[in-house]
């Protein structure tokens, strides 16, 4: 007696479906580390959004993710641009990690700023 998913859960624990990660997955995946997130981000977005399958919740926002990516992109790095493209493909009906995306991003340009501002007042960064 089974889960209805349990099959499903089985096949697909260590996928991008469950944002999962191990160590495993990771192994096998270090030539993918090296992908270009910023190029297949604006792919999905911009470019040839028809050729993958967005949820239809999060294809209904669609229009705050571009906006989103277009007004920080000179903030962004790899890794935000790797969250924010893993975050449309799994979905994000009620736009969680966008602003968990939103809130990294302005964590780190807020650390930027402040080791630069305490190289010009000469002190030593935390």
């Not at 399958?53 to 790899?78: A, G, H």
């Not at 975050?87 to 780190?108: E, M, T, V």
Request: proline fraction near 3%; hydrophobic fraction near 35%.
């Amino acid at each position: 007696k089974r889960y209805p998913n349990a099959y499903l859960v089985l096949l697909y624990w260590d996928s991008e479906m469950f944002r999962r990660n191990s160590h495993k997955r990771k192994q096998l995946e270090k030539d993918l580390a090296e992908q270009d997130y910023r190029a297949k981000l604006f792919d999905l977005l911009f470019i040839h959004p028809e050729n993958y399958t967005i949820p239809v919740d999060t294809l209904k926002n669609i229009k705050r993710w571009r906006r989103m990516v277009l007004q920080f992109e000179s903030y962004m790095t790899q890794k935000h641009y790797k969250e924010c493209y893993e975050a449309i493909l799994s979905g994000d009906p009620k736009s969680r990690s966008q602003r968990a995306i939103y809130a990294n991003i302005f964590q780190h340009f807020a650390e930027i700023n402040r080791r630069e501002q305490a190289e010009r007042d000469g002190r030593k960064t935390i």
